[in-house]
């Protein structure tokens, strides 16, 4: 179970607002809920914000009750809807920002988001010092600083009951497929999905991997009298590298095929890990603002709720696979 940090001294904000930025992950909604909810407790007014930053920018900003959240923490996507902002990356443009949500009388603004929408809230904070907290929300699970994030364990449980489901036509027709999962440029999902599936091959953007490794794995499999194979790949910086794989794998006389999972990953209902995940640092945000620790994003450390500041974020480390579970995807899947 995870552990909320106590925070003391907590001022009376009169309102604070809550948006949705980037790419939605199952869960957000649970975050959401959160926020208003915990903050109503807190005697704020919560105000939601449509459409992330493009939203704001518009004054697309609207009171919350409790009852605006009731029946959602089962629902994928985003009741705030989402969406990036161009326009966002300029200062004159945050600093607009920071005059909407003060005309408003608003005083600290939630952001659920990935380290890109983290980036444009610790500038806006540094300019206009109006106080902001991330909450992270991302199927990728690649923001450095924190061990998980909203919406990973959803996708991984999605992708992993696809390869259930491409396995068995893969055992019936004797076929090899490439499973192609997302998460950038990071291989969490891949991993996981890899491991969780019973893949027979995890080809991770952190590795590079030569096509005839992938023919000696196949052709060692079938030795051993595998007559199926499932290969899951990571889409690495854009979609479409199994196809790539599979026009290589082709020449040299293995036929696949292809299947992208694409944005199933990213829509569903979220896990019951994801729902509570959601619900602890959504509310662990609200504490944060009125606790005046803005400034940083709520992480989750060794099952442990606390703040990063948004400096270590932006330091632009990439965040590590754990180097024992590659250790163990390598091990299980050959
Ligand atoms: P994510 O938050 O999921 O990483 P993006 O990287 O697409 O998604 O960022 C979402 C939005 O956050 C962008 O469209 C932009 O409005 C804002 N943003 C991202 N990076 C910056 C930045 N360096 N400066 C200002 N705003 C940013
Ligand atoms: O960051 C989340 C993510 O789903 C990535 O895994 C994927 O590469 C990207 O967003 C897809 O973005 P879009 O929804 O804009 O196609």
Known sequence: ???LPKLKNLKKMKSIAVLTS???APGMNAAIRAVVRYGIAHGCDVYG???GYSGLLEGEIHPMQASSVANIIQRGGTILKTDRCEAFFQKSVRREAAHILR??????????GG???FAGAAKLESETRFPTIGVPGTIDNDIYGTD???GFDTAVNTAID????IRDTASSHDRIFLVEVMGRSSGFIALETGIGGGAETILLPEHSHSISSICETIERGAKRGKSSSIIVVAEGEKPGKSQEIEAELAKRGYPAKVCILGHTQRGGTPTAHDRMLASAMGATAVSYLLAGQSGGMVAVQKGKILRVPYSQIAKKVKKALTPSMLELGKILSS
């Open 1 to 3: 179970m995870l552990e």
């Open 22 to 24: 980037g790419g939605d």
């Open 49 to 51: 914000v449509t459409k």
């Open 103 to 112: 005309r408003k009388g608003i005083e600290g603004l939630v952001v659920i």
């Open 115 to 117: 380290d890109g929408s």
């Open 148 to 150: 998980d994030t909203i």
């Open 162 to 165: 696809s390869i259930d489901r």
